[in-house]
């Protein structure tokens, strides 16, 4: 299985705006990414100011609250057409 994406865990998306160590840590997965043609995805983003810093940083693909709660896959179809991707913030 070749490596075509690489997550950053939202314990390091949860102190973006607290610490300096997760902001360098989240700037430093993403240009590695970059560097290999990676996909980034950022996990747990529950606020605007850490989704500006992540796209600020590179990263795309968010995932968290701020976009909506986890549901199940029965919700999720009954909720969204398929093949119809949802509208992002």
């Known amino acids: 299985m070749p490596l075509t994406r ?7 998306v949860k ?3 607290r610490t ?4 360098s840590i989240i ?13 980034v995805t950022a996990e747990g983003v529950e606020t ?3 989704a500006a810093v992540l796209r ?4 795309r693909d968010l ?12 919700t999720l179809a009954l909720t969204r ?3 119809r991707p949802a509208s992002l913030r």
């Open 27 to 39: 700037r430093a997965v993403a240009l590695l990414c970059e560097g290999y043609g990676f996909a």
């Open 81 to 83: 057409p398929i093949g």
């Open 56 to 59: 600020r940083h590179g990263c």
């Open 6 to 12: 690489i997550k950053i865990d939202r314990s390091f």
């Open 63 to 74: 995932q968290g609250y701020l976009f909506g709660k986890a549901q199940s896959a029965e």
């Open 48 to 50: 605007d100011e850490q």
């Open 15 to 17: 102190g973006i705006d």
């Open 20 to 23: 300096k160590r997760s902001t």
